[in-house]
């Protein structure tokens, strides 16, 4: 089993910065994804920025060179370091891990709200 603990959220002017984290509890295995996710009221939950365990990144094209993810292994650790935010960043921020090699191939922290005035 595992769970996803994410922290980092809250609210900040357009143009400022957050960092989320998501620590991830139990056995996430040497071959993982990490992701975050975010979802605003009355859209579909997207991807915003992926990690895999070798280190490869992926970004949605509308936080590419705001947006940076990173990890940190020995702690079963993810980041997402928000640059520039702009108010249309508003959302719950989701961290995922999925696990192509078990049973149970997809784990979802709670979420954490950011939200940014304009």
């Known amino acids: 089993q595992v769970q996803l603990v994410e922290s980092g959220g809250g609210l900040v002017q357009a143009g400022g910065s957050l960092r989320l984290s998501c620590a991830a509890s139990g056995s996430i295995g040497s071959i993982n994804v990490m992701r975050w996710y975010r979802q605003a009221p009355g859209k579909q939950r997207e991807l915003v920025a992926a990690?895999?365990?070798?280190?490869?990144?992926t970004y949605a094209d509308s936080v590419k060179g705001r947006f940076t993810i990173s990890r940190d292994n020995a702690k079963n650790t993810v980041y997402l370091q928000m640059n520039r935010l702009k108010p249309e960043d508003t959302a719950v921020y989701y961290c995922n891990v999925f696990l192509p090699r078990s049973a149970v191939i997809n784990y979802w922290g709670q979420g954490t709200q950011v939200t940014v005035s304009s």
């Open positions: 990690i895999t365990n070798i280190g490869t990144t």
